[in-house]
């Protein structure tokens, strides 16, 4: 079955460092999207892209970067990791016709 | 600027009655929303979604009404059940208008179906 997974399911680094969080999916979707959920803040859009080579800034983009190389995969790059970034992290898919995205089981990062 | 609402962040509901959830918005351009279900250390999955060209959509115990004119819709669950116990995200899109299917959440609602 196709579906989304996500990679490390939890993280602990320290401030400074550089994380990256892995995103896979097999549905060879075109549309890729990384959110982060914060209390109070529901799903706040990170970074996507509707195609490989192609990456967009969403709404909270400051400190971390993504880069698209082929279909199935969309990395999260955090440069020097924050407090602030502490957070979960989820990633979705979706087709370019469809508007439902589907997520993956999110990472829980806590940066020390 | 939070673009979509949701201004109860909990509901109790006992088992079997009606379940209102509310989200309004405040950008005329969102053509398209939907309504997701998440449940703790997992990802949000898709409930039901309509289209600004509908006013009500109806998927099982699940319906989803839409008031264009005050820019609110609710999630109507009937009956509820213990297992809708979850939060519940309210999103929107300005797909294919523009956005490309980029979708804007709400701060979610904490739904608790009783006993």
């Known amino acids: 079955d196709a579906e989304i997974t996500q990679s490390p399911r939890h993280k602990i680094t320290e401030t400074g460092r550089q994380v990256t969080l892995a995103c896979h999916q097999t549905?060879?979707?075109?549309?890729m999207f990384w959110y982060r959920q914060d209390l109070g803040h529901g799903l706040r859009l990170i970074h996507y892209?509707?195609?490989?080579?192609?990456?967009n800034k969403g709404e909270v983009s400051d400190g971390y970067s993504v880069s698209r190389s082929n279909t199935e995969d969309l990395p999260l790059t955090l440069e020097s990791a924050a407090s602030s970034q502490t957070s979960v992290y989820f990633c979705?898919?979706?087709?370019?016709?469809?508007?439902?995205?589907?997520f993956g089981p999110g990472t829980r990062l806590t940066v020390t | 600027d939070q673009q979509v609402k949701q201004n109860s962040p909990s509901l109790s509901v006992q088992e079997g009655r009606i379940s209102i959830l509310n989200c309004d918005y405040t950008?005329?351009?969102?053509?398209?929303f939907l309504w997701y279900k998440k449940y703790p250390a997992e990802g949000p999955t898709f409930l039901i979604s309509?289209?600004?060209?509908?006013d009500k959509n109806e998927d099982g115990r699940f319906t989803v009404f839409l008031n264009k004119s005050a820019k609110h819709l609710s999630l109507h669950i009937v009956p509820s059940q213990p297992g809708d116990s979850a939060v519940y995200f309210c999103?929107?899109?300005?797909?294919?208008?523009?956005?490309?299917?980029?979708?804007?959440f709400g701060t979610g609602t904490q739904l608790k179906v009783e006993l």
């Open positions: 309509i289209s600004s060209i509908k």
């Open positions: 549905w060879n979707h075109n549309n």
């Open positions: 950008n005329s351009m969102f053509d398209y």
């Open positions: 979705a898919s979706s087709t370019r016709k469809g508007g439902e995205q589907y």
């Open positions: 999103a929107a899109s300005g797909w294919p208008a523009g956005g490309g299917n980029k979708l804007t």
């Open positions: 892209s509707y195609g490989v080579q192609d990456t």
